[in-house]
């Protein structure tokens, strides 16, 4: 039975409410990504300072990763592919941490000072890493040999945590 | 006119007092006849107060006891709602409801105190979000609105047509989400902005959804999903 | 016997998804087993509501979403369908940059380069393979991942070490904000609403009626312990081999270690293949979950128990959620942080649908004699204020600790 059932209705206009909620929500998300993403700049020592904590921890983290990667590449326990791949990551989070920590301006002539104590430890270690990584990908052999100053490193890296964190 | 129109605007007593807003529209079957299904529904009575989760809930049944505290808090917000009769009011303008009466000559009863012939149906509860199910039970949208037909001489208004699809929803909606809807749903159907009706002689049954005595495809909603099924799922092999 | 056996273990496998594998590795290794507690919660808390979604979906053959318009009303289910249709589309994108991380472990070939074949796939899987048979494939293969638990068990005989670092506060060097960010993430990857939308529109889809309830519930009481066992486990992994050296977790590529150091390349694959299988179901799961939330808000046919083509929009949804995921991991964003977002937004949205179904599963129009009972009411209601207290928390708590940074 296709009775007259279908017709169409002459519509109206939906009630206006005001805006607001759409901006909120609009600065909201805004507000969380921006703040989910920056390093801002640091003013204080001890702000510089807590950067300067946070980017040793950071690569400590990195380089104990490789540490690991390597041992478990040369005996055996891992694929060649999936190491590489670790490895990878590893120096993307430890020159990460590098940069964001070297673009931040030092605000004065202590952080210079902390500055200088850490840099030179953060770039051997990025150094080190880069240099698993390609003897990873060429899966050549004795990595534990090429990781093996990610050790010391590391752990000059904890105290530098330990002491100002 | 649509449901739409009359829940959630304002009541306004013979002295000119705001006395909240409608929440609900009672509706009772006793109208002209409207083919499959019978004596049509009129509109009976508006319940003042807010139709949100309280309302919704279905704590005023008896034998829902919910979560404890759920059920005191909802219980309350519902308590003590009052309801204006159809022949008490005056007129309807834009967006308000002017009474005869007074507030305090208002009543309370309940949906099953009113003594009635002919069967007693809640839209916003019972009727209005309900899922319509063809006689094949394919789904064929909800019911999003309800077209009411305003009679002459006092009579009760007649609920005519269940309007469904994102354009009768949009103004449920209403505000900004609602206006886009709208739009989204004018443009997937060629420029129209006007909602689909379904004629009240084309339902079967209500019970926990509304049954329809046409099949879906015959149904306005139904082009939406024909342009998809004939443009995009159709061309992918194994449908 | 055997089908409840079965259902059990389907439950198990497909219980971890990335956003499990993330948070638990992550909490692991910066926290130790101080928030494994929030696992257990979770677990309950998860249990409890697919519980009564699928009883609610039984006893009134109604679906989630279609239950939450009905209560809700339009306008609050409209912005309800937002916010989870947004979170559905986000976690979607997690679960094919997950699987395209697995694939890059395996050859070494860069991650993007799987996104859009992985899509390709998932969608393929959803079009030609039967509900039920996909659930139990992926499901099963997800088992694997018990190879955890034996790691564990190897690197830390005894469990001693681990159940050293249970507790209940953050360590000394990290604060409150933290640790309750990170709480939130759990909860959010052990309550994921997709699963919800998932097992009741399954419910529904099976055509359960009141005779399966028992069997089902044996499913959920013990499969999903039992998948939550295995996301301690994974805590565990990383809070023994990571936490004592200050390592954090960022990469699924360290996810692996624990597994590699204690079985070698045998424990790899079978983790390799339980990872995939794992984040495959969950990403299928969550591709129709767009499609069942959508369709039954709307009112349109939907499910894989008709023909696509007489559930075309129900279809086009689905192919559209995982066009929409592909494109966002395209994006180039990592897909852990995704993951992180997914999951963190999963659990402040999660009163919105928990509250309606709770009231349904007390009413006995619709659950006939199957209502909750007083105990479970109680509980139930703990856990909703508990949501809540969550969902107010989260967006704070992500300002203030820079999403975990």
């Known amino acids: 039975m296709r009775a007259n059932a279908i017709r169409e209705l002459p519509g109206g206009t939906p009630r206006q409410r005001r805006g607001r909620s759409r901006t909120a929500s609009g600065l909201l998300i805004t507000?969380?990504?921006?703040?989910?993403a920056c390093t801002g700049p640091a003013r204080t020592t001890s702000a510089y300072q807590s950067k300067a904590v946070d980017t040793a921890d950071e690569v400590v983290s990195a380089s104990r990763t490789v540490l690991l990667a390597a041992q478990l590449g040369d005996e055996g326990r891992s694929f060649a592919p999936t190491i590489s791949v670790t490895v990878a990551d590893a120096e993307t989070d430890a020159e990460t941490a590098r940069d964001a920590f070297t673009s931040v301006q030092p605000p004065n002539a202590e952080s210079?000072?902390?500055?200088?104590?850490?840099?030179?430890?953060?770039?051997?270690?990025?150094?080190?890493?880069?240099?698993?990584?390609?003897?990873?990908r060429r899966a050549d052999g004795d990595l534990s040999q090429v990781a093996a100053p990610l050790g010391q490193l590391a752990d000059e890296l904890d105290a530098f945590s330990t002491r100002y964190g | 006119m649509r449901l739409a129109d009359l829940i959630d605007s304002r009541i306004v007593d013979a002295d000119g007092r705001d006395i909240g807003r409608v929440g609900d529209v009672w509706l009772i079957q006793n109208g002209p006849p409207i083919g499959v299904f019978g004596a049509a529904l009129t509109?009976?009575?508006?319940?003042?107060?807010?139709?949100?989760?309280?309302?919704?809930?279905?704590?005023?049944?008896?034998?829902?006891?919910?979560?404890?505290?759920?059920?005191?808090?909802?219980?309350?917000?519902?308590?003590h709602r009052q309801v204006v009769r159809w022949s008490d009011v005056l007129a309807i303008e834009e967006g308000r409801i002017r009474l005869r009466l007074r507030e305090g000559d208002l009543g309370r009863p309940s949906i099953e105190d009113v003594r009635t012939t002919g069967r007693r149906v809640s839209a916003g509860l019972e009727l209005l979000d309900r899922q319509l199910v063809d006689p094949d039970g394919m789904m064929a949208g909800k019911v999003d609105d309800l077209a009411i037909e305003l009679k002459d001489g006092g009579a009760p208004p007649v609920v005519t047509e269940i309007l469904a699809g994102p354009g009768a929803l949009a103004r449920r909606i209403g505000g900004t989400p609602g206006a886009w809807l709208a739009s989204v749903d004018a443009r997937l159907r060629g420029g129209s902005r006007d909602p689909a009706a379904i004629s009240f002689g084309v339902v079967a049954r209500i019970d926990d959804h509304v049954t329809l005595t046409v099949s879906r495809e015959e149904v306005a909603t139904f082009g939406f999903e024909e342009w998809v099924r004939d443009h995009v799922i159709e061309k992918i092999p194994g449908s | 016997m055997f089908e409840i056996f079965l259902g059990i273990l389907t439950a198990f496998g497909g219980f971890v998804d990335i956003g499990d594998l993330v948070a638990n590795s992550e909490t692991g290794?910066?926290?130790?087993?101080?928030?494994?507690?929030?696992?257990?919660?979770?677990?309950?808390?998860?249990?409890?509501f697919a519980e009564m979604a699928g009883r609610v979906a039984t006893m009134s053959k109604r679906p989630v979403f279609d239950i939450v318009r009905e209560r809700l009303g339009a306008r609050w289910a409209f912005v309800n369908l937002g916010a989870s249709f947004f979170i559905n589309l986000l976690t979607v994108a997690a679960e094919i940059g997950g699987l395209a991380l697995v694939i890059e472990l395996v050859t070494g070939l860069n991650y993007l380069l799987w996104v859009p074949l992985l899509g390709i796939a998932v969608w393929i899987v959803l079009w030609k393979l039967r509900f039920s048979l996909m659930e139990k494939v992926f499901g099963l293969s997800g088992l694997t991942l018990i190879v955890?638990?034996?790691?564990?068990?190897?690197?830390?005989?005894?469990?001693?070490?681990?159940?050293?670092?249970?507790?209940?506060?953050?360590?000394a060097s990290e604060g409150w904000a933290v640790y309750a960010f990170f709480a939130i993430a759990l909860l959010g990857a052990a309550m994921t609403p997709y699963e919800v939308f998932f097992f009741s529109s399954g419910a529904v889809e099976d055509h359960w009626t009141p005779k399966d309830l028992m069997v089902n519930r044996l499913n959920v009481y013990m499969g999903f312990p039992l998948g939550g066992i295995l996301s301690l486990a994974i805590m565990g992994a990383a809070a023994v081999v990571f936490e004592p050296h200050g390592v954090s977790l960022s990469h699924l590529s360290q996810v692996t270690l624990p597994v590699s150091?204690?079985?070698?390349?045998?424990?790899?694959?079978?983790?390799?293949?339980?990872?995939?299988?794992?984040?495959f179901s969950a990403a299928l799961e969550t591709a129709l979950s767009a499609g069942y939330t959508m369709s039954q808000f709307f009112g349109w046919q939907w499910g894989t128990f008709v023909?696509?083509?007489?559930?075309?929009?129900?279809h086009l949804v689905v192919v559209g959620s995982i066009v929409v995921g592909v494109l966002i991991a395209l994006t180039t964003i990592d897909p852990i942080l995704i993951t992180e977002y997914s999951i963190v937004l999963a659990a402040a949205a999660l009163p919105l649908t928990y509250l309606p179904i709770l009231i349904v599963a007390n009413d006995p129009m619709y659950m006939k004699d199957k209502v909750n009972s007083r105990p479970l009411n109680a509980i139930a209601f703990v856990f909703f204020v508990l949501l809540v207290i969550v969902s107010v928390a989260t967006i704070p708590l992500m300002i203030i600790t820079?999403?975990?940074a």
């Open chain 1, 31 to 36: 507000l969380l990504l921006v703040s989910a």
């Open chain 1, 112 to 136: 210079d000072n902390l500055r200088a104590a850490l840099l030179p430890t953060v770039q051997d270690a990025c150094d080190v890493i880069g240099e698993v990584r390609i003897a990873a």
């Open chain 2, 43 to 79: 509109v009976d009575a508006l319940v003042i107060g807010r139709f949100g989760l309280a309302s919704r809930a279905g704590y005023e049944r008896e034998g829902v006891r919910g979560p404890a505290p759920i059920a005191w808090y909802l219980r309350r917000r519902t308590a």
């Open chain 3, 29 to 48: 290794a910066r926290f130790g087993m101080r928030l494994a507690w929030v696992v257990v919660v979770g677990v309950i808390g998860i249990v409890i």
């Open chain 3, 148 to 171: 955890t638990l034996f790691a564990l068990w190897r690197l830390d005989p005894g469990l001693h070490r681990t159940v050293q670092t249970v507790g209940f506060a953050p360590p």
């Open chain 3, 261 to 279: 150091l204690a079985f070698g390349k045998i424990g790899l694959v079978l983790l390799l293949y339980g990872m995939f299988a794992a984040i």
């Open chain 3, 307 to 314: 023909k696509p083509r007489e559930a075309a929009r129900f």
């Open chain 3, 402 to 404: 820079k999403a975990g």
